[in-house]
């Protein structure tokens, strides 16, 4: 694992942005995996502004995003299609159809996961994930657990997931408690693995996720598994961290 810790979250988000748009120089039709939530949004502003200056171009990049809640119009201003579309896609010059996001707003989710693994599979597999981590050490919505998902699948949110969430949603029952999230094993089988985190609160799943025990009850901590980790972090959240 390669750890950078940089002042403040205006530098994780420059530095995240570098990494990606490296990433598409070096190979202009880059898989990308990609996550929602507060953390990666600078780096899709600073992407956005790249783009605009014109130094990275989105043409033959396909991106698969990790998950979507369960139960949530796609148009909610919390879904995440929403939240991908308003902060990156409707910005750049991605091609639509290279646009994949768990389709939770159909019928028959099994199909559906199994059709979402299948469409990463043929696109090559994933070239650079990009990854959030939640209080509790989950990536993507792949939750602590005695046992982990390996494919797409549906999740029931943690308690502090749900919790966490929550100050997003007008009401704590608007709060959505399922969602499809890809699982550990794409996660595991992209070629290299890109994990932010920002504040204070992140500082102890950062330390588990480095140095302590590699347990399916903080899912990140698998990550020491994989050969190719860089994690780009705030002094607050490495705080933790000898
Ligand atoms: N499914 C997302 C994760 O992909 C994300 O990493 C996490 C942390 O979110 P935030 O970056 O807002 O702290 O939130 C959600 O649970």
Redesign the pocket.
């Known amino acids: 694992m390669r750890l950078h810790v940089v002042e403040d979250y205006k530098e994780m988000s420059a530095k995240a942005a570098n990494i990606v748009s490296s990433q598409i120089i070096l190979k202009p039709n880059s898989v990308l995996g990609l ?6 949004l600078g780096m899709y502003e600073n992407l956005v502004e790249m783009h605009k200056r014109g130094s990275v171009d989105f043409s033959e990049v396909i991106t698969f995003n ?2 979507e809640y369960l139960n949530l119009p796609l148009e909610h201003p919390q879904s ?1 299609h929403h939240y991908m579309y308003n902060n990156f896609f409707d910005h750049i010059n991605i091609a639509s159809e290279n646009i994949n996001i768990p389709p939770a707003n159909k019928e028959n989710l099994e199909e559906v996961c199994l059709k979402y693994d299948r469409r990463i599979r043929k696109a090559g597999g994933i070239d650079l994930q990009v ?5 509790n050490g ?4 792949n939750e602590p657990d005695h046992k982990l998902k390996t494919g797409t699948h549906v999740v029931d949110l943690a308690k502090e ?1 749900i919790e ?2 929550s100050r997003f949603f007008a009401t704590k029952k608007g709060v959505p408690r399922q ?1 499809i ?1 890809m699982g550990m094993s794409s996660i595991m089988r992209a070629q290299k693995i890109l994990l932010l985190a920002s504040g204070e609160q ?1 500082a102890q799943a950062i330390k588990k996720t480095i140095s302590g025990k590699i347990t399916t009850e903080v899912p990140a901590s698998l990550l020491q598994l994989h050969t190719d980790v860089t994690i780009v972090v705030d002094e607050a959240a490495a705080k933790a961290i000898n």
């Open positions: 996550a929602t939530g507060s953390t990666p990790l998950d995440y990854l959030g981590i939640g209080v989950h990536i993507g919505f997931t966490a969430n969602a999230s992140k």
